[in-house]
């Protein structure tokens, strides 16, 4: 499957990995334009049998994604103070950022530089998230120009770092540098840049070689146990569902008989099989 006309984005998809680089200069702002590529990225994406891994990265070394373009902000028709009604429809980003936070194949965020507001809640959309240490901040700075994060930064960052972490970054509209992200939980991992994309790359490789169909329905099976309308007892009927979804398929008895013939279960087997 071809990835031409993309004029924001720069594409090439090798071994089961779509990689992708954010070129949208000066500053690689959230416009439309960028935002309909994503779109339409995510959906090719989805659609691509040959694709397992999507890394995203930025072709600026200073800046992920500076933030939304505020003058799409601002074309957004408000809803007076007193009549403020809950929409039936999500927005054109929230519809977007979902398609890409489902989509069935593992999704990789490499953030070098700045990644606010915007930029940032395109992050947390990712599966993974992994940055440069000295060279990455996040943050939100709405709440000083007197808006709040519409992007999904309110309800994504406390599943992610808690209410009082997220509070602190969404009501101090403070940057938070890629160590304390990584302790928090806001990032997965925060690495020395010239250790990053190697450990991006090694990680992507797993995960391509993989059945795709494992891929996808182990993202959907960890997606419910974060429903909060799903307990435990639920949660674990999901998996079970789930996993013997996964046993149906030729590929997977395939695999499992030939660990089992390779040696499996034997002690010199597993103190071998150490990665």
Known sequence: MGYQDYQLLRISVEGGICRTTIDNPPINLLDQPLLTEIDRLTRQVAADDEVRVLIVDSADPEIFIAHADVGLILDLPPDPPDQVTLHDELTQFHVTMELFRTLPKATIAVIEGIARGGGCEFAMAFDMRYAALGATVLGHPEVAVGIIPGGGG????????????????ILGCMDIDAATAEAWGYIDRALPPDELRRFVDTLARRIASYPPNAVAVAKRAVDAALDERTDLATGLRIEDQLFRGTLAQPDARQLLQAVIDAGAQTREFELGARS
């Open 154 to 169: 309110t309800q994504r960052l406390p599943r992610m770092v808690g209410r009082g972490r997220a509070l602190e970054v």
